[in-house]
T-cell receptor, first 113, second 109 residues
Framework: SAVISQKPSRDICQRGTSLTIQCQVDSQVTMMFWYRQQPGQSLTLIATANQGSEATYESGFVIDKFPISRPNLTFSTLTVSNMSPEDSSIYLC??????????FGPGTRLTVT | QKEVEQDPGPLSVPEGAIVSLNCTYSNSAFQYFMWYRQYSRKGPELLMYTYSSGNKEDGRFTAQVDKSSKYISLFIRDSQPSDSATYLCAMNYNYQLIWGAGTKLIIKP
């Protein structure tokens, strides 16, 4: 199984600013994903990070708000832009080499004031 | 109707009890069925996956899939306080996972 790290683990940001979250995998993987999870809730997929091409966004999420990069097979970033208090959440990165086995990072806990 | 239904609980049982966690789903195209465990303030951890119908056992954990009823279960034998966590079921659709709401499980010493 892949080991995934995320930075930062938590942050408190002011509204209107942007935060970039980094996700590092200890091995090359085919797929990387970004999720959002409200406390006590299930996971909502934001986008699939594609190596060498634009990310694929789910309904309700747009590139201008959540730009994603994936420069290689072990690294991805998610930026939360022009933040508002509604963006306060836990952001999770995951990696997969198959259609069913996804491994998750520890998450980034974001609070927007 | 959601594609995957899971009772959010909480489910509280005494230590040593057998725990049964369940999900129902509507899409017959799902092929792999996963159970994840998530401790508070941690990312989800893949516990087990099952392909198609049948049972799979790993230590105290047994995953069961009944595709004819569109129903999956996770059984935990000899439950321990360390099993207290949220358990999420997930099913694959191409390379994406469709998630249940998660069941919060509390094992009382």
């Amino acid at each position: 199984s892949a080991v995934i790290s995320q930075k930062p683990s938590r942050d408190i940001c002011q509204r209107g600013t942007s935060l970039t979250i980094q996700c590092q995998v200890d091995s090359q993987v085919t797929m990387m994903f970004w999720y959002r999870q409200q406390p006590g809730q299930s996971l909502t997929l934001i986008a699939t990070a594609n190596q060498g091409s634009e990310a694929t966004y789910e309904s309700g999420f747009v590139i201008d708000k959540f730009p994603i990069s994936r420069p290689n097979l072990t690294f991805s970033t998610l930026t939360v832009s022009n933040m508002s208090p509604e963006d306060s959440s836990i952001y999770l990165c995951s990696a997969a080499d198959s259609s069913y086995e996804q491994y998750f990072g520890p998450g980034t806990r974001l609070t927007v004031t | 109707q959601k594609e995957v239904e899971q009772d959010p609980g909480p489910l509280s049982v005494p230590e040593g009890a057998i725990v049964s966690l369940n999900c129902t789903y509507s899409n017959s195209a799902f092929q792999y069925f996963m159970w994840y465990r998530q401790y508070s303030r941690k990312g989800p951890e893949l516990l087990m996956y099952t392909y198609s119908s049948g049972n799979k056992e790993d230590g105290r954990f047994t995953a069961q899939v009944d595709k004819s009823s569109k129903y999956i279960s996770l059984f935990i034998r000899d439950s321990q306080p360390s099993d207290s966590a949220t358990y999420l079921c997930a099913m694959n659709y191409n390379y994406q996972l469709i998630w249940g709401a998660g069941t919060k499980l509390i094992i009382k010493p």
